[in-house]
Each structure stands twice: as C-alpha cells, then as structure tokens.
C-alpha cells in the first residue's frame, strides 16, 4: 500500500469517527462593505459550542449555511483587504434566520516578526533592525520554481542564479557563507558552505513555507558566525489545532509554466483534534530546458570564445532541465495548558541538475552536474511558558543532512571527476525569556552545532574505465563543531517613544580532520573563537514615524571550506593555505587572472568581523507605510580568495590529483583543467559597504495598493581600491494591484529593473558568469574541443566563418592575449502582470505573466539568463 494510500484511509477513518450532535437550523444572511455594496468570497465561520461550520458567500454577497444546533452561536466573516466582522446569534429562538454583517475596508497591514529577537513576537515597525516579510499570499503570486526566487521582490535582495535549479539570496553585496539561514529559528548553514553564491536554500520546499523574514544587516548576537549580510528565516507552516474536535482539510495544486515547460503537483492532508494537529505534503515538479528573452544566450561559450551569436546552436538552453521531489510531515502537540511540542521533518532530492555556466553557458565543458542533490532537516521543539522565573523557556534537538554530490569532464574523451559529499549537522539548543518590570525583555541561551563530513573524490578514464581515487575536496572524517551563548535586553525606557536593545554572544569553532597519508592529509585541529554585539535604538518622533539607529558587529568564522577545500571552483582551482604554504606560496594581490604579489606569505585563518552603523526612519498610516535605512559596514580581516604567487616553480606537482601545468613569470601557476590561476584563502584586507534600502506602499483607493522598492549599495577594497566581488547594481521594482471591493478576481501589473553593473571586481571580471574572460589558451581549448565535438569545428576551421584557430583568436581578441566578454552587466527593465480568481469557494486559479517583451537580460552574477516570457499557471483545490 501506498503512502497516499494509507493517508487516505486514516483521514476517512478519523471522519467517519467524528462525532455529530443533532443539526437542523439554518442561518441564512449577505456580506456587505461599508457601503453597503455585496461582499464575494468571504469566509463565514459559524461556531456553535463545539460545533463549527464554514461556509463562503457569493458573488452577491449572500450565504447560507445548514446543519446548524439550536444554540447560542458567534458568527466570524473574514476577507484579505478588510476588517473581519464578527456577530453573536441566538438559534434557539426559531425567528432568527437572517443577519447581515459589514466589512470596513482595511488599512495596511501590521507585519508581525520574530527573528530580531529569536522567537519573540514583535511589530516590523518597532524593531530597530531593517526587515521585510514575504507572506504565503505573496509567495502563491510570485513567479517561481524553486524558493529563493520569490525574494526578488523585497528590498534589498538580489537573488542570483548560477543554473536554473538553485538560487542564492545577496543582501547588502553578501550571500551564502555571509548570509544566515534559518529554518524556524534552527541554523540552515553548515560547514560545507563556500564562497560566492550556493544552492542551498533552493532545496526548501516553497509549499510548506508559511513566511520569510529577511533582516538585512548583521545578526551575529541572535545566530551567531555568517551573519555579516544579513539573515533569512524561513517559517514553516504550523498545524494548528483544531476548537471543535477532530476535524480534517487539505489541498491540491497543479502548475505549469511556458518558458521552460514546466509542471508541478503538490498535496498537503492536515488532520487536527483538540491537542494536536498533523500535516503532511508532497510535491514533485519537472522543469524543462529554459528559454530566456529572445531566445538568446548572452554569455554563451559560442559567443565567448568563437565570436559568434548563441542562436546557431540553440534558442533554449541546453541542460538546464531537472527534476524535484519531496515530502514532509509536522506535528503541533499541546502537552499541558502552558507547554507545546513542535517538530518537523522534511526530505528533498533534486536529480539532473547540470552547472549550467560550466557547460555551453559558459566554460564549455562537456559535463558539468550536481547529483544528486538531497535534503533531509528536521526538529523537535519543547516550549513552555509560566515556568518558574522565566516566562517562557524553550528547547530543540535538530537534524540537519546535506548530500552534494558532483561529476565534471572537460571533453567526451577526458577523465571524469567524480565527487560525493555529505554532511549531517546535530543541533542542540536552548533559551529562556523573562519581562522585568514590565518593561524589559531578556532572552538568553545557548546553542552546539556538531559537523560531521563525509566526502570522496575518484578520476575515471572513460577509455578503460579504471578509478583512481585521490584526495576529496574537503577530507573524509573531517569534524567542525560550533557553539555560542548569548544574552539579549530590550528596554522601553518611555512608553511608545524610547526603546533601547542591546546584546553580546561567545562564539567558539573548532576544525579537526583526521590523518590520511594516502592523501597527505594530516591530522589537523583549528580553534578559534569571536565576541560580537549589538546595540539598537528605536525613537518615536510621533505616533507614526520612528527613528533607528543600531551599531553590530557581526562575524563569520573559517569553515570546513575555508580550511580545507581543494579543488575547482566558481573562483577557480582552489587550495587549502596549509598547501599553499607548504609550497612556498605568497598572496596576490586579487584574485583576478593578473594578480601580482604583495609580498606577504600565506597564513593561518582568523574569523573576519564587520562593524555596521545603520540608520533609519520608518513611517506606519493605515493607508501609507515606508522605510529608509543607511548603513556603512567595515569589513575586517576579509575571508577572500587571493592568487597564489609562487617565486619557485611549482610545475609538475600534484595536488589532490590535479598537476600544476604551467607557471608564468610572475609565480602564477596553473592546471590543465582550468584557465584562471591557482587561488587559496586569506583574510589580509579590510573593505567598506555603504548602501541604502528604501520601500514605501500606499493604500490608492479601497482596492488599490501600489508597493515600490530600491536599493543601492556599493564596496570597495581598502587596500587596493579594487570592488569587492558580486557587488549588486541599484535595483528596485513596483507593483500596483487592483482588487474590487465585493469581487472574487484580483490584477496586479509589475516592473523589475536594475541598473548596469560596471563596478567588477577582477574576480569577477574572469567569471564565466559575469565578465567571460577568455585567452588565446582558453580558445584553442574550445575550439579544439567543445566546438568541434558539436560540429562548429570541421577540418581545422570554424565552418559558419571558414576561420583557422588563429583568425578566431585574432577577430575575437581584437589582437591582444587576453579580454572580456563583457565589462559589465547590462541594466534592464521587465515588465509583468499577474491576476487571481476565486473561480469557486473551493477552487483559486492564478496567473503570472513575466518578462512581456521577451528582453535577454541577466540577474547580475547568475550563470544563465532570465526567462523570456513566461506564462506559469496554478490552479488550487481546498477541500
């Protein structure tokens, strides 16, 4: 039997079982608005004791619901946009059949968070930390495929893509190994975490998602190492318990989008009772090769390195298809009056996922994938509250399970490089809350974090099929442990008009590998340790306008990644500094293709810090809210990549089975599988972010909201005055939606924009993803390889021109050894409409229209295009 299967007996079981009490009246009735216009799709509760009865009202505005006890009954109606309404109705006296109940329209609505101060239930308008909250309306009409991309609408987030199946939120110039993800207040990140942008978050399942809270800026005290950009916690969606018994609902979705061909189901079953409720989902979609605007590639390996327009080999990109499934169970149990226990577990697996900047979006390479991908996280939480001196205190046990695994092969008769890695991250927390004098909220815990890696790496020549294993990219065993405590207060020193917050946190960290001499690994134990704090002021000038004002520190301290990867990155072939030490290395001055020494050896690695003073105001109306915030972040002791300068040549070694090919004059040294020099890790240089984030919405009209947004923020390196990599451009948008008092459709028009990226650090202007360098080496490698495996290449010349290896390398080089594709990424404008209708009290039909002019542009930093227009279809059935 089935695990749907059996799911469905159950619930019919537990229905048949339901109790009924004897039901005969009939209450009968409209909905109307303040002026006294029908009310369509609004939610009617009718709770009678024990009994609760739902129903909705019609295009008119009129309802009816039968089944109804002769009792005392309090009638709820509620809609998105207005105030409920609520009414007391006697049935026990028979001429009662009728009522009429009125919805004012609603002002804006309070946003209500819980990150700033782990758990605590706060107003977004009185915390002093800039945020912003993604609900599950909005993620229901938002275009996306996989999680991350519902955040390209809030301030300040640039969500970048290296291929079609992942995403990586930047906020302020910071993602992944600087960015921290929470999944219900637990730690997302890990050890295993690199540099530069991740896919991670991608593998979060966007149906079981209640909200997103996104607190921009540093939140090092509250969750400790990586949180210099600025935090995401993903809220799951909480089964409630049910006030009437045992009672049970569910859902089911089905979606398709055009652009990439796309379709997807999802099915979530909640059963509740009065002490507990249990909620299971599953989802399973496939997404096909992506066509982007105009049907064009702008960083194709066709254009990067034979000068010519991506459309003579496809108009929808190659290899960007796959494939996700997943399922997840959670469960809400009250064991006493004032004690809970939450718990989750979810499972994700992502399959023919290709690393589409590597293949022809970029690199060339014949083979570039991540497979599998898997997920496995879950929780149990104990909350009480009334206990003792605290308050309330809470605690959890997690589980957090990682699978990235990965296979690369330059060309169809080159040796694969196969590689599995696996991490699971054991959590333990706790904290407790107390409010002192009213008017003081302490929280305070502690938390341990324990790593366990496992990892392999093998080469396997396709000729005869014989697997060498060599060293894995991180060692097999390796162990990294985190732990923290921190303490935080909130004070309202005047009521509604001061508040202070202030907080510290003890961070510790400790790397250890094991021995390994058939890999030179030796043993190795790395501790190291951080104090950070913060401090925020909240002033109220008048009842609608706060002022902010906050100085962190946040900090990040050296991972697994940092310490002890080797191997080819989006940054490069990448080694350890032990290696590179080892090896006579000295830093670079950048980490760009024409890095020069600076003299300075390579040595061991300290946590990095950011001290970040921000200001802001933020103004709250029922009609009008908007929020500006400055900020000016220092970097110190940056966790970077630099060049590997070697004075001594270094040709021939071999390091973790890849060998040393070249070296230039200056000690840049280079492998075969790789153009871009050798890279390690350093934290030599301090760097400066300053920015500014603002977003405004405004009730129009009774069924009008326009929303807007911007942002811009720029870095630059202290030393060398270079640009910090992946810097976002100034990018902002605007909605404007349309929702008829009394109808059941909603319109929403939408615009995108972002302005041209030119400020590129040399890292970036050497990524496939971004600037496309390419060399005379880099040429003859294509053209010899990829170009002629597909055709492009006959009889020594490129047959669309009838050009030699050299007259390509001469017409696309303009000569010189060695440029870029770009030197910036272009700005654009994209335009979208969506719209809603409630076809049916049960039934929601949703459209997205995106991209209606078919522009080619690029997210800057992502490794694939934007998608041309692009028509996604949902349809949603509650029963």
């Given at each position: 039997?089935?695990?749907?299967?059996?799911?469905?007996?159950?619930?019919?079981?537990?229905?048949?079982?339901?109790?009924?009490?004897?039901?005969?009246?009939?209450?009968?009735?409209?909905?109307?608005?303040?002026?006294?216009?029908?009310?369509?799709?609004?939610?009617?509760?009718?709770?009678?004791?024990?009994?609760?009865?739902?129903?909705?009202?019609?295009?008119?505005?009129?309802?009816?619901?039968?089944?109804?006890?002769?009792?005392?009954?309090?009638?709820?109606?509620a809609r998105e946009?207005?105030?409920?309404?609520?009414?007391?109705?006697?049935?026990?006296?028979?001429?009662?059949?009728?009522?009429?109940?009125?919805?004012?329209?609603?002002?804006?609505k309070t946003e209500l968070v819980v990150t700033p101060t782990r758990g605590a239930v706060e107003e977004a308008f009185d915390v002093p930390e800039a945020i912003t909250v993604t609900t599950r309306e909005e993620i229901n009409s938002r275009p996306h495929q996989i999680l991350p991309q519902v955040l390209r609408e809030e301030t300040g987030v640039l969500v970048q893509q290296t291929t079609t199946a992942q995403g990586s939120p930047f906020i302020r110039g910071f993602s992944a190994q600087r960015i921290v993800y929470l999944m219900d207040g637990i730690r997302f990140n890990t050890s295993i975490f690199r540099a530069g942008a991740t896919q991670y978050l991608g593998w979060i399942n966007p149906a079981l998602v209640d909200r997103l809270e996104v607190v921009r800026g540093p939140s090092s005290v509250q969750y400790g190492s990586d949180s210099?950009?600025?935090?995401?916690?993903?809220?799951?969606?909480?089964?409630?318990?049910?006030?009437?018994?045992?009672?049970?609902?569910?859902?089911?979705?089905?979606?398709?989008?055009?652009?990439?061909?796309?379709?997807?189901?999802?099915?979530?079953?909640?059963?509740?009772?009065?002490?507990?409720?249990?909620?299971?989902?599953?989802?399973?979609?496939?997404?096909?090769?992506?066509?982007?605007?105009?049907?064009?590639?702008?960083?194709?390996?066709?254009?990067?390195?034979?000068?010519?327009?991506?459309?003579?080999?496809?108009?929808?990109?190659?290899?960007t298809d796959f494939s996700q499934t997943g399922g997840y169970v959670a469960t809400t149990v009250e064991v006493s009056k004032d004690a809970s226990l939450n718990a989750i577990f979810l499972h994700e697996d992502q399959f023919g996922v290709n690393r589409y900047d590597r293949l022809l979006g970029g690199d060339g390479r014949h083979r570039s994938e991540f497979t599998p991908q898997r997920l496995d996280f879950g929780y149990i939480r104990y909350q009480r509250s009334n206990a003792g001196w605290l308050d309330r205190w809470s605690t959890s046990l997690s589980l957090n399970r990682q699978q990235d695994d990965r296979l690369e092969q330059s060309r169809p008769n080159t040796v694969i490089e196969q590689q599995t890695g696996r991490v699971l991250a054991l959590g333990y927390q706790a904290q407790g809350a107390r409010v002192v004098a009213d008017r003081h909220a302490l929280t305070f815990g502690g938390e341990v974090y324990d790593e366990y890696?496992?990892?392999?790496?093998?080469?396997?020549?396709?000729?005869?099929?014989?697997?060498?294993?060599?060293?894995?990219?991180?060692?097999?065993?390796?162990?990294?442990?985190?732990?923290?405590?921190?303490?935080?207060?909130?004070?309202?020193?005047?009521?509604?008009?001061?508040?202070?917050?202030?907080?510290?946190?003890?961070?510790?960290?400790?790397?250890?590998?094991?021995?390994?001499?058939?890999?030179?690994?030796?043993?190795?134990?790395?501790?190291?340790?951080?104090?950070?704090?913060?401090?925020g002021t909240v002033i109220g000038l008048t009842n609608v306008v706060n002022a902010t004002f906050s100085i962190s520190r946040g900090f990040r301290a050296a991972n697994a990644v940092d310490l002890g990867s080797i191997g080819i990155s989006g940054g490069g072939f990448e080694i350890t500094p032990a290696v590179a030490y080892n090896l006579g290395g000295l830093l670079g001055d950048s980490d760009g293709a024409d890095a020069a020494s600076t003299g300075f050896p390579v040595t061991d690695l300290k946590p990095e810090s950011a001290i970040s003073v921000e200001a802001g105001i933020k103004i709250r109306t029922s009609a009008f809210s908007a929020s500006l915030s400055v900020f000016d972040l220092e970097l110190r002791d940056i966790l970077q990549r630099r060049t590997a300068i070697f004075p001594a040549s270094i040709v021939g070694t071999t390091i973790a089975g890849f060998t040393v090919a070249r070296q230039d004059t200056t000690g840049r040294a280079f492998i075969a599988e790789d153009p871009r020099p050798i890279v390690t890790r350093a934290n030599r240089d301090r760097a400066r972010v300053v920015g500014m984030e603002s977003d405004a919405?405004?009730?129009?009209?009774?069924?009008?909201?326009?929303?807007?947004?911007?942002?811009?923020?720029?870095?630059?390196?202290?030393?060398?005055?270079?640009?910090?990599?992946?810097?976002?451009?100034?990018?902002?948008?605007?909605?404007?939606?349309?929702?008829?008092?009394?109808?059941?459709?909603?319109?929403?028009?939408?615009?995108?924009?972002?302005?041209?990226?030119?400020?590129?650090?040399?890292?970036?202007?050497?990524?496939?993803?971004?600037?496309?360098?390419?060399?005379?080496?880099?040429?003859?490698?294509?053209?010899?390889?990829?170009?002629?495996?597909?055709?492009?290449?006959?009889?020594?010349?490129?047959?669309?021109?009838?050009?030699?290896?050299?007259?390509?390398?001469?017409?696309?080089?303009?000569?010189?050894?060695?440029?870029?594709?770009?030197?910036?990424?272009?700005?654009?404008?994209?335009?979208?409409?969506?719209?809603?209708?409630?076809?049916?009290?049960?039934?929601?039909?949703?459209?997205?229209?995106?991209?209606?002019?078919?522009r080619n542009y690029r997210w800057h930093g992502s490794g694939v295009d934007a998608p041309g227009f692009n028509l996604q279809v949902r349809t949603r059935y509650t029963f």
């Open positions: 039997m089935s695990f749907v299967q059996m799911v469905t007996l159950w619930a019919t079981a537990i229905s048949f079982g339901q109790v009924s009490e004897p039901a005969d009246r009939t209450l009968s009735g409209t909905v109307v608005d303040s002026i006294g216009g029908g009310v369509a799709i609004v939610t009617i509760t009718v709770a009678c004791g024990k009994r609760v009865v739902t129903g909705m009202s019609d295009q008119q505005g009129r309802f009816s619901i039968a089944g109804l006890p002769a009792e005392q009954c309090l009638v709820v109606a946009f207005f105030d409920a309404a609520t009414l007391d109705v006697d049935l026990t006296d028979a001429s009662i059949s009728t009522v009429r109940l009125t919805l004012p329209v609603a002002g804006l210099l950009g600025g935090t995401i916690n993903v809220l799951s969606v909480e089964p409630a318990l049910s006030t009437i018994g045992r009672h049970v609902s569910g859902a089911v979705e089905g979606a398709f989008g055009s652009a990439d061909l796309s379709g997807s189901g999802d099915a979530t079953l909640l059963v509740q009772d009065r002490t507990w409720a249990v909620r299971f989902g599953g989802t399973s979609q496939r997404v096909g090769e992506l066509r982007t605007g105009r049907g064009r590639d702008s960083h194709s390996a066709v254009t990067r390195f034979l000068g010519l327009p991506s459309e003579v080999l496809y108009k929808s990109l190659p290899q890696i496992a990892a392999s790496r093998a080469f396997q020549d396709p000729a005869t099929n014989v697997r060498t294993t060599v060293r894995p990219r991180i060692p097999d065993g390796t162990r990294y442990t985190s732990t923290g405590l921190f303490m935080q207060m909130a004070s309202e020193i005047v009521p509604g008009r001061l508040m202070l917050r202030a907080g510290v946190r003890h961070g510790y960290f400790l790397f250890r590998t094991r021995p390994a001499p058939e890999f030179s690994v030796r043993l190795q134990r790395v501790p190291s340790s951080a104090l950070t704090f913060h401090s919405q405004i009730r129009l009209a009774p069924g009008w909201l326009a929303i807007g947004y911007f942002s811009i923020v720029t870095g630059r390196e202290l030393g060398n005055d270079h640009h910090l990599r992946r810097m976002p451009p100034p990018l902002g948008g605007a909605r404007v939606r349309w929702e008829p008092v009394g109808q059941s459709f909603w319109i929403e028009g939408t615009a995108s924009f972002a302005f041209a990226q030119n400020q590129l650090s040399p890292g970036d202007v050497a990524d496939a993803r971004i600037g496309g360098w390419r060399t005379r080496d880099s040429i003859t490698e294509f053209f010899n390889g990829g170009a002629t495996a597909l055709g492009l290449v006959q009889n020594g010349k490129l047959t669309a021109t009838g050009e030699t290896l050299e007259q390509v390398q001469d017409r696309v080089l303009s000569g010189a050894d060695g440029a870029s594709l770009f030197v910036e990424t272009p700005g654009f404008v994209s335009i979208g409409a969506r719209a809603g209708w409630q076809l049916h009290p049960r039934i929601m039909l949703t459209v997205l229209a995106e991209n209606l002019t078919d």
